[in-house]
C-alpha cells in the first residue's frame, strides 16, 4: 500500500512547532528527526515520557522511521511499568527528564547537533505499520492493549482537523494542556499538528497565568486544547485572557453554561471532541449550539442491550463505549453519561456526572466530586450509598448542603459531604477511583458534614 506522508507541511520552512515563542521550521524537524533514528536504541518498543511537546514527537517520528512501536499506557505507575515489560520485554524509556527513575532501560534526549541540513523530502510511512499501542486499564487492573496503525490514525485526525476548521490553509498554533502520551493530546496535540500544516506548542503550561503568558507567545491564529477542568479554573481567576481564535476541550462533557462563558472570555467558538482511549476521536459538537454529537462521516454507533459500540472509519475494531448513548440518526447522538456513573438509590436513577455538575455549579465550590461510597455494610445490603468531596474554602458545610439541596433531589445529597484542599486530579483532570478511595481512606483529617449519619450504618 502507498505511504502516507509524515508531515503535511507544504515548504522546508513551514512552522512545526514554536518553543518559547521561537519557532521551529519542518526542515529543522526532519533533520532532528533523522539524527534522532540513528541514535536511538534497536529494540523494538519504545515508552515516549518526554515532557517537552518537541521532543516527544520528533522521538515519535524517529520511531516511526525506525519501525519501533510507541507504548502510551494511562498511568506510569511502577506496577503499570513492571506490567508493561511483560508485555514488551524490549521496551526502554526516552526521557527528557535527568531525574527519571523508571525502571527501564533509559534512553536520554540527546543535544542533537544543527549539522548541515538534509535535502527537503518528506518520509512516507506505510498505512498498515503498527506505530502505538495505547493502554487502558481493565476490571482487574491490568494494562489492555489497543492498536494504532498509521493510516487510520491519520484518516482519524484529518477528519478532526476538519471539523475544528484548521484545515483552511492558514497556519494556526495550539497549545495544549494536556500531556502528548494521553489519548486526546496524541491526537489533538501531536498528530493533528503533522497532518493539517499546523504548528504545536512544546511547552504545556498548567497554571492559568503560565497558560496566558503561552498563548501571548504564539502568533494568532492560535488554538488552546483543553479539559473541562482547566478551563473552569482558568475561567476562575481574574487574570486577563489574551484572544485567541479556537477552544477545543475532550476527556468528559462540558456544560452549556460553561462553554458560553469560555466563548465570551476568550472571545472564540469552542467545540468538544468525543472519542475513548481504545476508538480515538470519533464525534464532535459546538457545545453552545446543540446538546447533539456528529459522528465523523464513516464511523457508526450500534446499540445491542443498552450498549453502544463504535465500528468503521478509522476505528481498529468493533469496540464497545464506556457511555450510555442515546442515537439520534446515523451520523448524531446524545451523551447521557457514562456507563458506571449511573446509580440507582431507592428506586431513583441518576448519574454523577449530573451530580457533580450541580456541586461544581454553586458559587464558591472550586472544584469538587460525588463517588460511589466503599462501604461494606451497604454493599451487603444492596444499598448504594454516595459520598462527596468538595474543595470550596469560603463556605460551610450547613449552607453548602442547603444550596445543593435546592439543585438535585435530596436522596442523592452525600453523607458524607467532605472538604479537602484539592482534589487528587491526573494530569488530564480525571479522578482514578483508587485515587478518590485512598483519600477516602483518609478522610479522619477531612472536615465531614454528614447530615448526621455515620461513614458506615
Same mark, same amino acid.
Given at each position: ?32 528527526? #533523522? ?91 506505510? #498505512? ?65 499538528? +503533522? ?64 462553554? +458560553? ?48 459500540? #463504535? ?13 450510555? +448513548? ?109 485515587? +478518590? ?21
Amino acid at each position: 500500500m502507498a505511504g502516507v506522508a509524515l508531515i503535511a507541511h507544504g515548504s522546508p520552512d513551514a512552522v512545526v512547532a514554536y518553543r518559547a515563542g521561537i519557532a521551529l521550521t519542518a526542515r529543522t524537524f526532519l533533520a532532528d528527526v #533523522a539524527r534522532l533514528a540513528i541514535c536511538m536504541p534497536a529494540s523494538g518498543h519504545v515508552l515516549n515520557t518526554c515532557s517537552d511537546r518537541y521532543r516527544f514527537t520528533v522521538g515519535f517520528a524517529a520511531s516511526l522511521l525506525t519501525k519501533k512501536v510507541s507504548l502510551l499506557p494511562s498511568t506510569h505507575s511502577p506496577q503499570f511499568i513492571r506490567q508493561l515489560t511483560q508485555f514488551a520485554p524490549d521496551v526502554f524509556c526516552l526521557t527528557d527528564d535527568p531525574g527519571c527513575d523508571f525502571d527501564l532501560p533509559q534512553f536520554h534526549y540527546p543535544d542533537l547537533p544543527a549539522g548541515e541540513l538534509s535535502p527537503w523530502d518528506i518520509p512516507r510511512i506505510d #498505512a498498515q505499520q503498527l506505530v502505538a499501542y495505547v493502554f487502558t486499564s481493565g476490571s482487574t487492573g491490568v494494562p489492555v492493549p489497543h492498536k494504532k496503525t498509521w493510516g487510520r490514525l491519520v484518516a482519524c485526525v484529518r477528519e478532526g482537523a476538519q471539523r475544528l476548521g484548521v484545515a483552511d490553509g492558514r497556519s494556526y498554533a495550539l497549545l495544549g494542556t494536556v500531556p502528548a502520551q494521553h489519548m486526546y493530546g496524541f491526537e489533538s496535540t501531536v498528530l493533528t499538528c +503533522l497532518q493539517s500544516g499546523n504548528a504545536l506548542c512544546a511547552e504545556r503550561p498548567f497554571y492559568p497565568v503560565d497558560i496566558c503568558a503561552r498563548l501571548a507567545q504564539l502568533p494568532r491564529p492560535r488554538v488552546l486544547i483543553t479539559t473541562p477542568i482547566h478551563l473552569r479554573t482558568l475561567l476562575g481567576t481574574d487574570i486577563e485572557l489574551p484572544p485567541i481564535d479556537l477552544i477545543v476541550s475532550a476527556t468528559a462533557a462540558l456544560s452549556p453554561q460553561l462553554a +458560553l462563558e469560555a466563548e465570551r472570555r476568550f472571545g472564540a467558538q469552542l467545540i468538544e471532541i468525543y472519542g475513548s482511549t481504545e476508538t480515538g476521536q470519533i464525534a464532535s459538537r459546538r457545545t453552545v449550539m446543540t446538546p447533539e454529537w456528529q459522528l465523523w462521516p464513516e464511523v457508526r454507533l450500534t446499540l445491542e442491550s443498552g450498549r453502544a459500540w #463504535a465500528q468503521g472509519g478509522h476505528v481498529e475494531q468493533r469496540t464497545p463505549m464506556g457511555d450510555v +448513548l442515546e442515537a439520534k440518526d446515523q451520523q448524531r447522538f446524545i451523551l447521557l453519561g457514562r456507563t458506571e456513573d449511573l446509580v440507582n438509590i431507592a428506586g431513583k436513577r441518576g448519574s454523577l456526572g449530573y451530580l457533580n455538575h450541580h456541586l461544581n455549579a454553586i458559587p464558591g465550590v472550586l472544584d469538587g466530586t460525588f463517588f460511589v461510597r466503599d462501604d461494606e455494610a451497604g454493599a451487603a445490603a444492596g444499598v448504594t450509598r454516595l459520598a462527596a468531596f468538595v474543595v470550596a474554602p469560603s463556605l460551610d458545610a450547613a449552607s453548602l448542603l442547603e444550596q445543593l439541596r435546592e439543585r438535585i433531589d435530596p436522596v442523592f445529597l452525600p453523607r458524607p459531604l467532605l472538604f479537602v484542599e484539592r482534589l487528587p486530579r491526573s494530569a488530564t483532570g480525571k479522578l482514578p477511583r483508587e485515587a +478518590l478511595l485512598s483519600l477516602a481512606a483518609g478522610a479522619s483529617n477531612c472536615a465531614p458534614a454528614d447530615l448526621g449519619r455515620p461513614w458506615a450504618r
